[in-house]
């Protein structure tokens, strides 16, 4: 009996209809790029400092000394959040005395801003911080939008292959899409930010499903040699590429409605392709659609220029061909010995900061030194060449070796940060730049090495738990960011030394490259320091009981 790469190889594997699939699928992930960064320029916050009423009946002088002074930066700037106590301004400019000279600031009591804050129009126009007055007291609520965002995200990869398993990819592909640009458009009506911030959770959940089962159609569809670069090039680099289109549409227009608006309208241009992607005739057959899954396979013979077989699959022989039931795991199999509960554990640990410092490097972009829209570009488009690297290492060098150095280089030069002098803002931006790249590398590298480290029994569900990890460190990467408000270097230390420790623990993985992906646990290779363990078992057994060699005489 034929399987189905067998019963479909006449199409060839890359013909038009190969070429037009990856490019529509890579193609609709383009609005997850811009919508999964937008935080960076709806929830940023400008310079602000607290309003003085234009009737508090202050002399030009005490107006211009109104807001007392604090260090930051290791410079004395204007409080964002205190203000001297109005009542008693008053009354010292009506008495005449000066400021600095007749009274000391320092001495004056002080208040939080009572009437509000006026916010700075250099960087944005309006934000929901300025539309909702998301600073000082109410400032946790910014770090928690972005937090919220990927908890939907989280929920969504939960729900997103379920879903497709049982309606199908084409529809779920569809539908994760129209969540994800109509909730988006709801959001430009938000009253408060606490319904911001639900439709915003909404939106997570529609842009991980349509990234997710983008992947699976195209996966199902195209054949062994197109699958590698389409996981690891196709959908990444457009990805990129809509991640790149973010700042642009954020440069032009600095209202954050509107900007919602400009990211909305893309969303749109999919519609179409409901009558070009086709859906997966490997889910189609698993359903026991046969005739549907070969008006797919004629048509893409047809578009591909190839003649079909007459009879694509005999349907007596299709009732035979249903995947074996397999033996039920469970996620206690994840720690079911010390080795693989060993692999688990780091397995965790890697995917978790990853995505600490993959996240945490995206969303500080308007904290680096200079322009915040050129730092947010430059971030984006260091991500194609990390793909291309991260595709070249996997095909041509050893899994570990290859990890630990992107990871150490990505540490170390986020940690070299704090050394560089103030006056070197271009080197700052470029270890920042440099640390992204090799991060952004590893992120690509880790779903390869993952499905190589587990048996086929598990491997799903190992896939599901490293990538809820992954989930859990994006959920907590904007308080990473918020640590700048303490220490402009704070998040950079902990994101490169988290990112030098998961490099070391990637050395004490079992190698996979150039190995078959392990079918049972008896398979899978050993941490390493269990490896050696065994290996020095074993020769002190040898010495103790030699084996004796009986030769004829």
């Not at 250099?122 to 007055?133: A, F, G, L, P």
């Not at 600073?135 to 990869?157: A, H, Q, R």
């Not at 995947?323 to 509960?341: E, G, V």
């Not at 989930?471 to 700048?484: C, E, K, M, W």
């Amino acid at each position: 009996m034929r399987d189905y790469e067998a019963a479909t190889a006449f199409l060839g594997e890359w013909g038009r209809f190969q070429r037009l699939v990856f490019f529509l699928l890579s193609a609709s992930t383009i609005p997850n790029g811009f919508n999964g960064m937008s935080a960076v320029f709806l929830a940023g916050t400008p310079e602000h400092r607290c309003v003085v009423p234009g009737g508090a009946n202050l002399s030009a002088e005490w107006l211009n000394a109104s807001i007392p002074l604090e260090l930051r930066g290791g410079q004395a700037v204007p409080s964002r959040c205190r203000r001297y106590r109005l009542a008693a301004l008053t009354n010292l400019s009506a008495l005449g005395l000066r400021p600095g000279s007749d009274v000391e600031l320092e001495s004056l009591e002080q208040e939080p801003c009572r009437d509000g804050w006026e916010y700075s129009r250099d960087v944005y126009r309006s934000t929901i911080v300025t539309e909702w007055n998301l600073v000082c007291e109410d400032d946790w609520k910014v770090p928690l939008t972005t937090s919220l965002f990927f908890v939907g995200v989280l929920i969504g990869s939960f729900i997103s292959g379920q879903l497709s398993d049982r309606f199908g990819r084409k529809n779920i592909l569809f539908l994760t899409m129209a969540v994800q640009t109509a909730f988006s458009f709801l959001q430009i009506f938000s009253i408060s930010w606490e319904m911001f911030t639900v439709l915003f959770l909404i939106v997570g959940m529609g842009q991980i499903s349509n990234y997710v089962v983008a992947f699976i159609l195209g996966t199902e569809i195209l054949g062994k040699s197109v699958r590698i670069i389409f996981s690891t090039l196709g959908i990444c680099i457009f990805f990129a590429i809509g991640y790149m289109l973010l700042p642009l549409f954020a440069y032009f227009i600095r209202d954050w409605q509107m900007l919602l608006l400009a990211l909305t309208i893309p969303g749109l241009f999919c519609i179409p392709l409901w009558w070009i992607i086709p859906e997966s005739p490997r889910w189609l057959i698993s359903q026991g659609r046969y005739k549907e899954a070969e008006v797919i396979i004629r048509k893409a013979a047809k578009i591909n220029g190839v003649p079909a077989p007459e009879v694509l699959f005999d349907t007596a022989e299709m009732q035979d061909w249903k995947p074996q039931q397999q033996q039920k795991a469970i996620l206690l199999d994840l720690f079911r010995t010390r080795n693989i509960a060993t692999i688990t554990i780091m397995s965790l640990l890697l995917w978790f900061f990853t995505s600490v410092g993959y996240f945490g490097l995206s969303l500080s972009t308007p904290n680096w030194h200079g322009n915040a829209y050129i730092n947010c570009f430059l971030s984006a488009v260091i991500e194609v060449p990390a793909y291309v690297i991260a595709w070249l290492l996997l095909r041509c060098l050893p899994r570990r070796y290859s990890l630990a150095g992107i990871f150490f280089l990505g540490g170390g030069v986020v940690l070299f940060i704090q050394l560089v002098p103030a006056d070197f803002n271009v080197l700052s931006v470029g270890l920042v730049m440099l640390g992204k790249f090799g991060i952004t590398a590893a992120f690509s590298m880790l779903y390869v090495y993952n499905v190589e480290l587990y048996p086929t029994l598990v491997r799903n569900m190992a896939v599901g738990a490293t990538s809820t990890a992954s989930r859990l460190g994006s959920i907590i990467a904007p308080y990473f960011v918020y640590l700048d408000a303490y220490d402009k270097y704070l998040p950079y230390i902990l994101m490169g030394s988290l990112t030098v420790l998961i490099g070391i623990l990637t050395l004490f993985l079992p190698e996979s490259y150039g190995n078959s992906l392990p079918e049972s646990f008896e398979q899978m290779l050993k941490v390493k320091c269990f490896r050696n363990r065994q290996q020095t078992t074993g020769i002190r057994n040898a010495k103790e009981s030699p084996k004796v060699l009986v030769t004829p005489l």
